[in-house]
């Protein structure tokens, strides 16, 4: 941080404020101007000690150097993280496709989809057991029993699996059987449930809440992050506007601002931005265009029989199409699919 002195402070007032600095632990480096002094601030900030520092006499101000997502940020760590979901390299050259549906509904209609997406060419299978819904009449997973389809998917596809937590207490049971956790949208700032995943020794997908900011979505991922799983990787899923065209509004700068600000992943979820299949596509490839590490698409066998989320998801034949035209936006964006 840097302190701005008032033009009025005298030498004993700002000697004051240094002496402060230094007792707070912090290593103080004034810099006398002409008119105001500057006292840079070297150390770790905490907001209170800001706080305490901007409330002393003959201070004007306290401005932070560093954005608050101290451990998400670009400015403590420039390179990219690249997240390991089992052998699937998230955030490197290879842009990764999740797809499946978006609930586990039976034995029969998960394999099956599986079984098209690996053919098609994705790379992570997801499918949740625990289904966050807004009415509590409606279909909320296999629960229980989704446990079982989730390992058996695995084994017999070889493919990484992604399946939602909605509750810290779920966590045990599902480790086992996936290879990253989701948080939902709903879920972004439930603090006990990321401080939670923060202590597994897994991967996180972070979905960004649909009223949140870019900035929320950061610091809702340091609560992951200081736990001292560094795993993460952020989805853009849309967010609520006046726009009734569509499910939500894909928030397509989120994916080059997020990637400014920070090193994690970011991906995009076509499906849940926009809630009908035909828009999947357009937006799939603007994501890929903007710089996403990934999609994340829901796809069902039957959309019209689908329990959750059929008039967002792709048919067999056209995710396997999107994957084949998918290719040159890749290469375009300079990346691999
Ligand atoms: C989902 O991925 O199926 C889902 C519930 O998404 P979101 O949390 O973004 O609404
Ligand atoms: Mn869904």
Partial sequence: MVIIMRPDADAEVIEH????????????????????????????????????????????????ILRPYKLAGREVKPEATVVNVADVAVGGEAITIIAGPCAVE??????????YVKQAGAHILRGSIYKPRTSPHDFQGLHEE??????????????????????????????????????GARNM??????????????????KRGMSATIDDLLKAVEYVLVGGNEQVILCERGIRTFETQTRNT?????????????????????????G????????????????????????????????????????????????QELKPFAQAAGRRL
Avoid: C
Wanted: glycine share 6%; hydrophobic share 45%.
């Fill in 17 to 64: 404020v240094i002496g402060k600095v230094e007792e707070l632990g912090f290593e103080p480096h004034p810099i006398y101007g002409v008119i105001n002094t500057v006292i840079a601030v070297i150390g770790d900030r905490t907001q209170e000690a800001m706080d305490t520092l901007q409330s002393m006499p003959g201070v004007d101000r306290v401005v932070p």
């Fill in 106 to 115: 039976s034995r029969e209609q998960y394999l099956t989809t599986g079984r």
């Fill in 146 to 183: 989704g446990i079982q389809l989730l390992a058996a998917a695995r084994e017999e596809l070889d493919m990484p699996i992604i399946t939602e937590v909605l509750d810290p207490r779920h966590i045990e049971r599902l480790d086992p059987v996936t290879d990253i956790f989701q948080i």
């Fill in 189 to 206: 700032q439930n603090f006990a449930l990321l401080a939670e995943v923060g202590q597994a020794n897994k991967p996180v997908l972070v």
């Fill in 250 to 274: 894909l928030d397509i700068s989120a994916v080059p601002i997020i990637k400014r600000f920070s090193h994690l992943p970011v991906i995009v979820d076509p499906s849940h931005a926009s």
């Fill in 276 to 323: 009908e299949a035909w828009l999947v596509p357009a937006l799939s490839k603007a994501a890929l265009a903007a710089g996403a590490d990934g999609l994340m698409i829901e796809t069902h066998p039957s959309p019209q029989d689908a329990l959750v989320d059929g008039p967002q998801s792709l048919r067999p034949e056209d995710f396997t199409e999107l994957m």
